[in-house]
């Protein structure tokens, strides 16, 4: 690991513009933003289809069926019969954010990044959340859904993250104490939330990061 390396995670409640923000990150600061990439990136290393971890993306749920029988053969042990464990995928997708994390600076978006970095030494973990109106405006303008379902894919999504992160983590989704830096997008907006980041990174960049 280069002595400058550093790492921002950002957990998110869906339509809070976490998404956003380490897109903006990732262009200021000229580092890569993994969210999505990351089941890519997985698939390939592992040999498994992109359809598993698409279906355990963010599930605490234990285990689902499947019938792949094309991955690599470290992770052997942990299949049982037809079924792939849940377990086994993080810890597949797990190994991938630690070794992209090693090689370089970069952005994780969601998937328990702060608690599977939090050995890291220049890691700055980070939380958005935003008001349940403008969350429904963000969805509203992503995805052609009723107000009314735009509400429920935001109370499901958001449940579905918590459980996920609670699960694997042993810690508590959204609650400060599990954070670094927790920030409103609606007090602040996207970018004022991309420059107060910044600068966090510039303070710890001049003191425990050195």
């Known amino acids: 690991m280069e002595k400058s390396n550093y790492v921002l995670t950002i957990g998110r409640q869906l339509g809070s513009g976490g998404k956003?923000?380490?897109?903006?990150?990732?262009?200021?600061?000229?580092?890569?933003?993994?969210?999505?990439?990351?089941?890519?990136?997985?698939?390939?290393?592992?040999?498994?289809?992109?359809?598993?971890?698409?279906?355990?993306?963010?599930?605490?749920?234990h285990s689902f069926f499947a019938t792949y029988f094309g991955f690599r053969s470290g992770y052997m042990g942990s299949i049982s019969g037809n079924y792939l464990c849940n377990e086994t995928l993080f810890q597949i997708q797990s190994d991938v954010i630690k070794e992209l994390a090693e090689k370089e600076s970069g952005i994780f978006v969601g998937r328990c990044a702060d608690y599977i970095l939090r050995e890291h030494p220049r890691r700055l973990a980070i939380f958005v959340t935003a008001s349940i109106e403008d969350r429904v405006q963000r969805v509203l303008q992503d995805k052609n859904l009723s107000e009314k379902d735009a509400r429920m894919l935001i109370e499901q999504t958001?449940?579905?993250?918590?459980?996920?992160?609670?699960?694997?983590?042993?810690?508590?989704?959204?609650?400060?104490?599990?954070?670094?830096?927790?920030?409103?997008?609606?007090?602040?907006?996207?970018?004022?939330?991309?420059s107060l980041i910044e600068e966090c990174i510039r303070k710890k960049a001049c003191s425990d990061w050195r």
């Open 158 to 194: 958001d449940k579905r993250r918590a459980e996920y992160y609670n699960y694997y983590s042993n810690k508590e989704w959204g609650k400060a104490t599990s954070y670094d830096l927790c920030i409103n997008s609606s007090v602040f907006g996207i970018d004022a939330a991309v």
């Open 20 to 61: 956003r923000i380490g897109e903006h990150l990732s262009q200021h600061l000229n580092i890569p933003c993994y969210d999505k990439e990351l089941i890519r990136i997985a698939s390939q290393e592992s040999g498994l289809g992109k359809e598993f971890f698409e279906k355990a993306d963010e599930q605490s749920s």
